[in-house]
């Protein structure tokens, strides 16, 4: 399975500001997904980036609010976008294993939002 | 699209005994069924899987089980230990679609 190295681990940022979360992947995947994990809830799914191409996007997030790069095939970033306290959570990529099973996850990064 | 009901949310046991956590899917489609373990402050980590075309998986003190005509699949822990206590997740894709759609979570407590 891959190895997802995920940074920062934490943040503290200010209303209207924006904050890019990195991972790194220690193989090359086609596919790489970022996810949003509310406090005690489970995660949701906030977009596909590819390689290549624009990410694509799950209901209720939008490009303009998280935008995301995908420069290669063993890195992206996500950039949480004029932030408000709403968007205090923990936020995750993961990248699938071989033959796209095995999915593994970064350590999170935690955003609180004051 | 595709809806994964996990139950129970909180589930508290003795060391030493076995815990089972379940899960129900409705896309009859589903080829893949992961479960994560999810400590305090750490990404969810893999801790077993199976594919559609299995029934049961096991690995040492946890198992996995897959009923596909009632779309539903479980967790076994047996001889639970203080270092089980986590969050646990189910999840399926479907084969082409490669993102994982989770369940809401069982918190698992072993009381020593």
């Known amino acids: 399975s891959a190895v997802i190295s995920q940074k920062p681990s934490r943040d503290i940022c200010q209303r209207g500001t924006s904050l890019t979360i990195q991972c790194q992947v220690d193989?090359?995947?086609?596919?790489m997904f970022w996810y949003r994990q509310q406090p005690g809830q489970s995660l949701t799914l906030i977009a596909t980036?590819?390689?290549?191409?624009?990410?694509?996007?799950e209901s209720g997030f939008v490009i303009d609010k998280f935008p995301i790069s995908r420069p290669n095939l063993t890195f992206s970033t996500l950039t949480v976008s004029n932030m408000s306290p709403e968007d205090s959570s923990i936020y995750l990529c993961?990248?699938?294993?071989?033959?796209?099973?095995?999915?593994?996850f970064g350590s999170g990064t935690r955003l609180t939002v004051v | 699209g595709e809806n994964v009901e996990q139950h129970p949310s909180t589930l508290s046991v003795q060391e030493g005994d076995s815990a089972v956590i379940k899960c129900t899917y409705s896309?009859?489609?589903?080829?893949?069924f992961p479960w994560y373990k999810q400590e305090l402050g750490k990404g969810p980590q893999l801790i077993i899987d199976?594919?559609?075309?299995?029934g049961e998986k096991k690995d040492q003190r946890i198992a996995v089980t897959l009923n596909k005509t009632a779309k539903h699949f479980s967790l076994h822990i047996t001889e639970t230990q203080p270092e089980d206590s986590a969050v646990y997740f189910c999840?399926?894709?479907?084969?082409?679609?490669?993102?994982?759609?989770f369940g809401q979570g069982t918190r698992l407590t072993i009381n020593p």
């Open positions: 993961s990248a699938p294993g071989a033959l796209d099973y095995g999915y593994t």
């Open positions: 999840a399926t894709t479907t084969w082409g679609a490669q993102k994982l759609v």
């Open positions: 193989s090359q995947v086609t596919m």
């Open positions: 980036a590819n390689q290549g191409s624009e990410a694509t996007y």
């Open positions: 896309d009859s489609a589903s080829n893949y």
């Open positions: 199976i594919r559609s075309n299995v």
